[in-house]
């Protein structure tokens, strides 16, 4: 699999730990950059911040978002991610333990491209990021690919 | 303004003449009965008088004619007519003087004896030989004659008997005697009084058969053998000779009552006159009275009904106004009181009326006031308290979205780095370690469970009805199908009801029926040949039963009270997976659409869930 770069936005370091220790079982190599809040996220993705002067050709190929964030929410940093030219096209995956039907209607009428709910339990959990990892960066072709 | 359909004005009016109509028709009823008959008794009484008139002109002429036959038989006028007869000469003034000196001064009322000889030339007179005779056409001997000899006497008429004078030796006749009276002794012979009865036109006369007036009238001077009578009693007289009375118009041209006595031998009528006015005086007199009477009365009566107009009508009109203007809503009416009588206390007690319905609209529009102002009051507190119980529920919402979520992830932690430690260890653990773990991760997994189920309970409990009309079946079938799908190792005979159509929120109505009927589907696990039946069975409270029937592992009837409590359990979890939430949520959406639910089991035998909605 070629290198792939994976955004994961998360504010629990467990749950950070978890989800790597996921991507490790499942083999699915890539960079992951990890934000844990929506402020951090921006700033890398816009270059901003403590992110300042990075190379904004570089998009990452898939953007894990958990919508409960400390400062800027979930939603709000998908609105910005969907408002901003440079990251409008960005696969996000909406991966959070909500199964609210008003949170995966907000997600994808904010622009989401698909909502995952996280399993309490951990196998459950890791057989999803397996699908996710096949899917999103194995599969689905990425716009930045082609940017 | 309607008009009444018989007004006061008229039923008074119509009281005024079913009054009066009958006294006026009596009393002209009488008036004419009355009038009538002293018609009749004037006319009698008339008649009465003209007898007695015509018996004394009868005597006069009867006298007169005696006297004149008595004087024709005096011997010394016989015997003296016939010498002169027999001599062929007038007298030369002897027979005159005997004349004179004993007969004609008998009566002051002769003018004059004549003696004639049968040949009608004059024999004797006592006026003299060289008088002149009065002519007198077809006097017979032996009657009585009317003449009017115009002689320059002052005299005037004269009345004259005549008796046939015989011969003393012969018996044949020798002359006629003729004496002479004035006209108007027939005067004194009628009298011309005024008789018992009084009346003050009485008029008495003779009428000869010419028509002419014989005696004096009474109001007319000179009318003596010249006026003219002519009535229906003369003619009657002398036409037929019938006596009669009667009311007619007199020589005079005025109204009279009269009657007639007939002489029918000189053809004479004796008239007895009363003015009409006079005899019929007191009848008409009363008459009078009674018109005055009349007038006055009805001049009474009309300043009476003026006033009545005035007063009550005035009074009931004004009084029908304010009646039609407070029917209109105008309660601001006082109608003045201007009498004591009963329309003032009508007056008086319409103002009261008028002054308690106005109060009583006040009263009324003070209450509706009070009403609504309540009704605004209590429509603010509703609108308030709703939106408490929004913000309520809101916030509620919130809370449960925050719980679930916030809840959730450390269970994913601890469930994830305790997989994470049975990996990583693989090895380095024993069996009981391994063991722990399981237990850590099952009690994780079971909070998880939890966690969403008490979510899904209190959605239910804020979620809004949405009411429709729903195939139960339809979804029983539904929920069978995907339970058979998820399972199909399974041997389960469903049993479903066909159309079993109710009225309910769709969304939370198929939460119950799935809840019923996945119940039913675990606890059957055990058996081998399942049933599951879903139909309605009669009624409780008006509502149609519903009833989910299996014939699983059932429960203690001891411990049904349990049942639908939150978490409550009759199982080990060992037996049969659940968190106890299930009919909970059953019970609360039961509850939420007015209905209820109980349940009958039977230990190994099976259960049966019903509910109403």
Known sequence: MKEKLILLIEDSSDDV??????????????????????????????????????????????????????????????????????????????????????????????????YIRKPVDFVQFSAAVKQIGIYWLALNESPSAHA | ?????????????????????????????SYQTGKKDLEAFILADLKLHADEREDDVLNFLEMHRRRAADFASDGFIRDGLEKLAQDGR?????????LRKNKLSLDKDLIRLILFFPDGKRAVSTDGPDAIIPVVNGAEAGSAAVINPGLDKGGGPEIVFTAPVRSRHSGSPVGVIAAFLRLDTLDKALGNTSSAAGFKTLDIYLVDKDGFLLTKARFMDNAVLRQRIENALVRGCVEKQRE?????????????????????????????????????ASILDIRRYAVVTAAITLTLLAALYLLFSRFVLTELRGLTGAARRVAGGNYDIAVQ?????????????????????????????????????????????????TYELKEANRELEAFSYSVAHDLRAPLRIIDGFSQALEEDL??????????????????????????????????????????????????????????????????????????????????????????????????????AEARIEFGSYGQRDGKRVYFVRDNGVGFDMRYSAKLFGAFQRLHADTEFHGTGIGLATVARIIKRHNGAVWAEGEVERGAVFYFTL
């Open chain 1, 17 to 114: 730990m978890l989800t790597l220790r996921a991507f490790k079982t499942n083999n699915i190599v890539g960079e992951v950059v990890i934000a844990c809040d929506g402020v951090e996220a921006l700033d890398y993705l816009f270059a901003a911040g403590a992110h300042a002067g990075r190379d904004t050709s570089i998009m990452p190929h898939i953007v894990l978002l958990d919508l409960k964030l400390p400062r800027i929410d979930g939603f709000e940093v998908l609105k910005r991610i969907r408002t901003d030219a440079r990251t409008r096209l960005l696969p996000v995956v909406i991966l959070t333990s909500s199964r609210e039907e008003r949170d995966v209607l907000d997600g994808y009428r904010l622009g989401g491209n698909s």
């Open chain 2, 1 to 29: 303004m309607y008009r009444p359909g018989f007004s006061l004005s008229q039923k008074a009016l119509l009281a005024l003449a079913v009054v009066i109509l009958p006294i006026l028709v009596v009393f002209l009823v």
């Open chain 2, 90 to 98: 007038t007298d030369r003034g002897r027979l005159a003087e005997y």
């Open chain 2, 244 to 280: 009669e009375t009667g009311f007619y118009e007199n020589y005079r041209g005025v109204e009279v009552a009269g009657a007639s006595m007939c002489i029918p031998s000189l053809g004479w009528t004796v008239m007895v006159e009363v003015d009409r006015d006079e005899a019929l």
């Open chain 2, 337 to 385: 009181v201007r009498t004591n009588d009963e329309i003032g206390i009508l007056s008086g007690a319409f103002n009261d009326m008028a002054m308690e319905i106005k109060e009583r609209i006040a009263e009324r529009k003070r209450a509706e006031e009070e009403v609504r102002r309540l009704n605004a009051e209590l429509e603010a507190k509703v609108a308030a308290r």
């Open chain 2, 426 to 527: 693989k090895d380095g653990l024993d069996a009981n370690a391994r063991d722990h773990l399981r237990r850590v991760r099952k009690a994780s997994a079971r909070m998880g469970q939890l966690i969403d189920d008490l979510l899904e309970l209190s959605r239910i409990t804020r979620a809004e009805l949405r009411p429709d009309a729903i195939n139960l079946s339809a979804v029983a079938g539904a929920v069978a199908a995907e339970l058979k799908k998820a399972e199909p190792s399974r041997r389960v005979e469903f049993v479903i009801e066909h159309n079993l159509e109710a009225k309910g929120d769709a969304r939370l109505l198929r939460v119950a029926v799935e809840n019923l009927i996945g119940n039913a589907w675990k606890f059957t696990e055990k058996k």
